[in-house]
């Protein structure tokens, strides 16, 4: 892998998988103000345009589940019994977002010390977030399904070992009805993360590893 271009190989058989560019720092400022934008038109949507968009993902994910598995499988190695186990929690994710963001986001009204008081959730806007290689779907799914339900952008960055499955990723929250500027894709290591996380027009950071 060189500087500007990232390689995904079958760690079982050395086939290539992806082969693209990365993602340079220039272009990162554009991709931060296309999310910007983004952001504005998404986070004004209903609630309920959301929670539809997000359900036809999750039944878009239960369609592919096998194409899922195998991309999956072909780039982490892993057999493809236990990806698709993987293909299902992708799916699985959406419901489980709307029932916690109901549970702990929801609106609240009441009265406290005889004034009317009411607490209110809004999305935080661009947020970046960072997927590991052995759960390349079902991880990174896991922070940004609750983000676009939220009403945030999101710039994800898959590991730079299993790029095709974030591309596919997105691929499908797109077919569902996500705006391409509200869910963009950067490649690359560990240089575009850094980049990503400490940028000027990153609001918030998603991450699970270590």
Not at 93 to 114: C, D, H, L
Not at 139 to 160: C, D, M
Not at 185 to 208: K, M, N, R, W
Request: neutral net charge; hydrophobic residues 45%.
């Amino acid at each position: 892998m060189s500087n500007s271009e990232v390689v995904s190989t079958d760690p079982c058989t050395n086939e290539v998988v992806w082969r693209g560019p990365a993602t340079s720092a220039s272009e990162l400022d554009a991709v931060m103000a296309r999310a910007r934008q983004g952001f504005a038109a998404w986070s004004a949507l209903s609630l309920e345009e959301r929670h539809r968009i997000a359900r036809t993902f999750a039944d878009l994910a239960k369609a592919r589940r096998e194409t899922i598995a195998r991309l999956i499988s072909r780039e982490t190695g892993k057999p493809f019994w236990e990806t698709l186990t993987e293909a299902d929690t992708v799916a699985g994710k959406v419901e489980v977002s709307i029932r916690a963001q109901a549970e702990r986001a929801g609106e609240r009204v009441g009265e406290a010390a005889g004034a009317r008081a009411r607490l209110a959730h809004r999305p935080h806007g661009a947020v970046a977030v960072i997927g590991p290689f052995n759960f390349p779907m079902h991880l990174p799914n896991g922070h940004i399904a609750p983000a676009l339900l939220a009403g945030n952008a999101v710039i994800f960055k898959p590991s730079e070992k299993t790029p095709a499955s974030g591309l596919y990723l997105a691929e499908l929250w797109r077919e569902a009805g996500v705006p391409d500027n509200v869910l963009q894709v950067v490649i690359g290591a560990a240089e575009i993360a850094q980049a990503l996380v400490v940028h000027p027009e990153t609001d918030g950071v998603f991450f699970t590893g270590g």
